[in-house]
């Protein structure tokens, strides 16, 4: 059972480019989180979505960023007009479902390390 | 808002002594919290977790104890080995389903 995957795992980028991201969950999961982490920082939650569906994008800048998770295919995050202050590694993570006591645990995958030049 | 604090934010131990690292938390409905261990250059991995039903919980050399009337919990290594030098960190999720993750712990082990 392959874990979680992204690719591209090196993404570099011209400022004003579009940067887009794709990851496939574990088989039989339906829930997928995208995070990101800057240089010797923490994880901060971008987005949480569904199939088809965005639940919660309360970490998600407002401008230039988007995700989806579309029925068939992996999630992507896409970023416009990147600046160098998206560079950062961007990792997702998916659950089988997210329980109604939020303790399904959540997997990561190996990052997509994005560099903005 | 929901947000967890974790101390210290390094750390260095002698190999074969214990390193313990606390975190706490704010939102009171999180009742999950995950401790992953993070290589560098690599994915976050969980290496023990705890819900809000227990107040601690062992595996091997790790244990992570949780108070939630003082709304922390601990993480434990005994017997540190060089191999367990990586940056760790504590998370919160609550009933929004996402997680909050603390600011991390670079863990040191000496020879």
């Known amino acids: 059972n392959a874990g979680v995957m992204q690719n591209p795992r090196h993404l570099v980028r011209r400022r004003g480019q579009e940067a887009r991201l794709r990851c496939s969950p574990m088989k039989g999961h339906s829930h997928v989180y995208w995070y990101r982490q800057l240089p010797e920082e923490g994880l901060k939650f971008m987005v949480y979505?569904?199939?088809?569906?965005?639940?919660?994008e309360s970490g998600m800048p407002k401008e230039r960023f988007s995700a989806e998770f579309p029925k068939e295919g992996p999630s992507i995050l896409r970023i416009q007009q990147v600046v160098r202050g998206d560079s950062a590694a961007y990792f997702c993570?998916?659950?089988?479902?997210?329980?109604?006591?939020?303790?399904?645990?959540?997997?990561f995958g190996p990052g997509t390390r994005l560099t903005v030049l | 808002g929901e947000n967890v604090e974790q101390h210290p934010s390094t750390l260095s131990v002698q190999e074969g002594d214990s390193a313990v690292i606390k975190c706490t938390y704010s939102d009171s409905a999180s009742n999950y919290f995950p401790w992953y261990k993070q290589e560098l250059g690599k994915r976050p991995q969980l290496i023990i977790d705890?819900?809000?039903?227990?107040g601690e919980k062992k595996d091997q050399r790790i244990a992570v104890t949780l108070n939630k009337t003082a709304k922390h919990f601990s993480l434990h290594i005994t017997e540190t080995q060089p191999e367990d030098s990586a940056v760790y960190f504590c998370a919160g999720r609550g009933s929004a389903s996402k997680i909050i993750f603390g600011s991390g712990t670079r863990l040191s082990i000496r020879p």
């Open positions: 979505l569904q199939k088809e569906n965005i639940i919660d």
């Open positions: 705890i819900r809000s039903n227990v």
């Open positions: 993570a998916s659950s089988p479902s997210a329980s109604l006591d939020g303790t399904d645990t959540q997997y």
